[in-house]
């Protein structure tokens, strides 16, 4: 039975993708597994592999298409032995559009569950599922498929045979199959219509930008962002001149190694540890409760074309220094080029954003849901300072703004966060401890 080939929801936030490019033909045999195609989510281009085997009898969208939405049919696999001549892309079509456009009508086969109830109904598995299947007596009635639509594939027969229910699998296919996330809704809040601005320039001369995955997902979720956490913000300046020079002391003695740091590579380690020494400050809001974290992840913004990216330091506490500033620029290296992977954008409990290498002296960052907390740093400037011994002096302060969600942490608790990344950066031999 021919097989249709949905376009997967790549990240949770994904709602529609562009099919960027085939790497397959009609006609051409693929296994479990194979790269596909390339496409575009709304943050990153990744690869679609074949979830079953067989021969792509009819592709349904053209590469280079966009706005295909999630679990829309984009192309047809046939079994061992079918002709492609049987296929027919219409109908395929039709069949995606059947829910939409008649929506009190029953649901279509293709969404009933693998688990056929008694009575003969049918089971949906690949020809490969099933002959492993029945080379291995296994009753596919009593399988889960974590396919599209509940389809049972190899994967599923083979945790089967091996005794592995699929209690973990299923729902992580079911959260992978989702193709909205109510973080990046595609409906995002505008302020005004769209008619009701164009009549106002209606006189002037303009170019209409309309929004890509990325600028739409941002809007929605800084929207989300300002409309529902309830920000605070602690200022404080931190004083840079030690940090400075053991930064240079470190960069000559590691200048044989390729290795440079930066400023930036000193507070990302600095903040890692204000979390572990500060822990009630590592958590997320979880919409009915707080979680709290007990590894350092901390994300750290960088700006790409027509957006940005917060890539994700995982247990950055217990990395050096070195390793740190060498991951962090890999991950910003591959985020202007869209090449980062779901896993490695999301998650943390805390951002960086960091506008002071751009000269931006201070400002107030917008918390990333389901972040508790968010670090702007300014620009290091010299100052008059009053020194130690009460005389007047020059110093290099830098400012930091720390936006707080106050559901997850108090003024206190935040306090004493920003208080314990600036004893690190004001005292920097202790990042090496």
């Known amino acids: 039975m021919a097989t249709e080939i949905l376009m997967p929801a790549l990240s949770p936030t994904m709602e529609e993708g562009t099919l960027a490019k085939w790497l397959v033909k009609e006609g051409d045999a693929v296994k479990s597994g194979q790269i596909l195609a390339e496409i575009e989510t709304d943050k990153a281009t990744m690869e679609f592999e074949a979830v079953d085997e067989g021969v792509i009898g009819k592709i349904l969208i053209a590469e280079g ?35 939409a456009a008649a929506p009190a009508s029953p649901p279509a086969p293709a969404a009933a569950p693998a688990a056929a109830p008694a009575g003969g109904a049918r089971v949906f598995a690949s020809p490969l599922a099933r002959r492993i299947a029945k080379e ?102 931190v004083r840079l001149d030690a940090l400075m020079a053991f930064r240079e002391q470190l960069n000559k003695q590691l200048e044989g190694r390729g290795v440079k740091l930066s400023v930036n590579d000193f507070i990302i380690k600095a903040c890692a540890m204000a979390l572990q020494a500060v822990p009630n400050a590592n958590a997320v809001w979880a919409g009915d409760r707080m979680l709290r974290l007990k590894s350092s992840d901390v994300a750290v913004a960088v700006a790409v074309e027509g957006g940005l990216f917060t890539p994700v330091l995982r247990d950055a506490d217990k990395k050096s220094l070195s390793a740190l500033s060498a991951e962090m620029k890999d991950l910003a290296a591959r985020a202007k080029s869209k090449k980062l992977a779901p896993h490695e954008y999301q998650g943390g409990s805390f951002a960086i954003s960091n506008l002071g290498m751009m000269g931006i002296e201070n400002f107030d960052a917008v918390i990333n849901p389901p972040h508790g907390s968010i670090l702007a740093v300014g620009a290091g400037v010299k100052k008059p300072v009053v020194l130690a011994d009460g005389t007047i002096g020059v110093a290099t302060v830098m400012s930091m703004t720390l936006s707080v969600d106050h559901r997850v942490i108090d003024g206190a608790l935040g306090a004493e966060f920003l208080k314990a990344v600036i004893e690190a950066l004001e005292n920097p031999m202790v990042m090496l401890a």
């Open 65 to 99: 298409t966009g706005g295909v939405k999630v679990n829309t049919p984009i192309a047809v696999l046939l079994d061992e032995g079918e002709d492609a001549s049987s296929v027919a892309a219409p109908q395929a079509t039709a069949e995606a559009e059947a829910p």
């Open 136 to 237: 291995k007596g296994i009753d596919l009635t009593a399988v889960k498929g974590s396919g599209p639509h509940g389809r049972i594939v190899r994967a599923d027969v083979e945790g089967a045979q091996a005794g592995a229910a699929k209690p973990a699998a299923a729902p992580a296919a079911a959260e992978a199959a989702k193709p909205t996330a109510p973080a990046a809704s595609a409906a995002m809040p505008t302020g005004m219509e769209a008619d009701t601005v164009l009549k106002m320039y209606a006189d002037r001369v303009f170019e209409e930008v309309p929004l890509d995955g990325m600028r739409r997902t941002i809007a929605a979720r800084l929207t989300e962002a300002k409309q529902t956490i309830p920000h605070f913000y602690l200022r404080r300046e």
